[in-house]
């Protein structure tokens, strides 16, 4: 077996024992207020997090390309309060047609 797949078998009994850990250790516990909001931000934040570092990153450089009006047309759905479905459909559509012109 090389070398790599190692590295994925370890990340990924890593990252099981790592999700089993929290049930494990707090059991039927609940969790203290403070830590229960600090827990509902994590996901909202991850999430924003990947999406800035897909569509802007890049080698330590700013790329202003077709995704970036994808996610304007998606955060405008947002504002205007469209179900996820349509949020998804423009942004994707936004950045396909983009990519189509150009």
Known sequence: MS???WVVLIAGAT????KAAGPVLVGGR???PRLVSLVECLAPALFAALIVTQ?????REL???ERALGLAA???AVYLKAPVVLVVTSA????ALVRLLT
């Open 15 to 18: 990252s099981m024992l790592l």
């Open 92 to 95: 994707a559509f936004v950045t």
């Open 30 to 32: 609940a969790l203290p």
């Open 63 to 65: 790329h202003l390309d």
């Open 3 to 5: 070398d790599a797949w």
């Open 74 to 76: 998606g955060l405008i």
């Open 55 to 59: 569509v802007f990153g890049g080698n």
